[in-house]
């Protein structure tokens, strides 16, 4: 691989990596408080399964980069400071409600399998591997999050207002799923990992779709909130505050 390549390719990987851990962490926040036993223990794994991903692509990014892939995803994860964080703003949202939580993650999870089924045939074997072996957990995490959408959207009248709802806030932070990450077009040239607009085309189709038959309203609104990764928000930092406290405290004695 051009040694030129190798900086771009990493920083995707800490961007999407970004993306699973800022996401699994407000899923955790449900641990104890969702709305049936069951549930809570499902979506507690989810959330685990989604910072066991973020390691993943975490340590890839270890190796491309020269770094220690034991260490450098604690490093990643609790080290940085907020705004060095590239994950998407719709990540670091306060959790809301059960409407809210629920289609922001099939947001997120219909768009991941995506770029997992883009991923896995990647011209770089490690990311290859790495979104095959991701995306056999992600198929799970998108048939319950599925199931839920037309669940909540057609259950009861406060159900449907609920969802609309989280609809009509979250659309805007979910359309920056679709923007390209900094050099992803030389990446995607190279067959190194797929290309934005293709997977942001499809997604469109496939959330046009789901929310019909749920029986929802997509806003007419075609332009992300945010843009730039590199712009961070407030619900991000105070999100790192609680996350990163007790390893900042005891810096030699956490590991993840």
Known sequence: MDE???PLLANYLIAIGD??????????????????????????????????????????AASLLGEDPKTFPDQLAFYRD????????????????????????FFFDSF????????????????????AKIRNEEVYHL???????PR?????QESGRRMQTALEALWPFALQLGVPLAGESELAAQGLVPAADALRHKWLEIMGNAMQEAGLAIPEIGVPAVVDRSV?????RQLL?????????HPREVRW
């Open 82 to 105: 907020w705004d060095k964080f590239r994950s998407i703003q719709m990540a670091a949202l306060p959790k809301g409600d059960w409407a809210f939580t629920m289609l922001r993650q």
């Open 241 to 249: 505050l609680e996350m990163q406290e007790v390893p900042r405290q």
């Open 143 to 149: 048939r319950h999050t599925a199931a839920w959408v």
């Open 152 to 156: 909540l959207g057609l259950g009861t």
């Open 232 to 236: 961070q928000s407030e619900d991000l």
């Open 4 to 6: 030129k390549i190798k």
């Open 112 to 131: 991941e399998n995506l770029r997992l089924e883009g991923l896995a045939e990647s011209a770089y074997p490690p990311i290859a591997q790495a979104a």
């Open 19 to 60: 993306d699973e851990l800022i996401l699994g962490h407000r899923d955790s926040e449900w641990c104890g408080h969702a709305p049936i036993l069951e549930e809570d223990i499902a979506f507690a794994n989810i959330s685990l399964d989604e910072i066991g991903h973020a390691r993943l692509w975490f340590e890839l």
